[in-house]
């Protein structure tokens, strides 16, 4: 399986959508895009994790990027819908102390809107 994502914005929230397998093979199509995000102070992202079937330490690398970019501009960044083996993933990798989840997308867009 490949990998892909979307972007989009929305009430000025970045909404990036993971789709597929994000590993060493395919997530340098993502690192332009996660270096481009919180350019600004302020600046808020939701990445969408619903789509994704799997993610590796490059994958994790990736969005700590995200996570340290996010905090140097005083941003906010919420991950939503991992799905059970991702967030095992994420909670092995020490991850889920660090980093803002949320179960649902719904319930993410509320949360960063607020």
Known sequence: MSFEFQL??????QHLTLIGRLDSATFITL?????GLFSASGDRVLIDFSA??????????LILVA????????????????S???REVFEISGFLKIMETIA???EAERAILA
């Open 31 to 35: 690192e332009k895009t996660i270096n």
């Open 104 to 106: 649902t997308k719904e």
């Open 84 to 86: 059970p083996s991702v």
């Open 52 to 61: 994704l079937s799997y993610i590796s330490s490059a994958g994790l690398r």
């Open 8 to 13: 989009d914005n929305q009430n000025n929230v």
């Open 67 to 82: 996570a340290k970019r996010a905090r140097r501009v005083e941003g906010r960044l919420i991950l939503c819908g991992l």
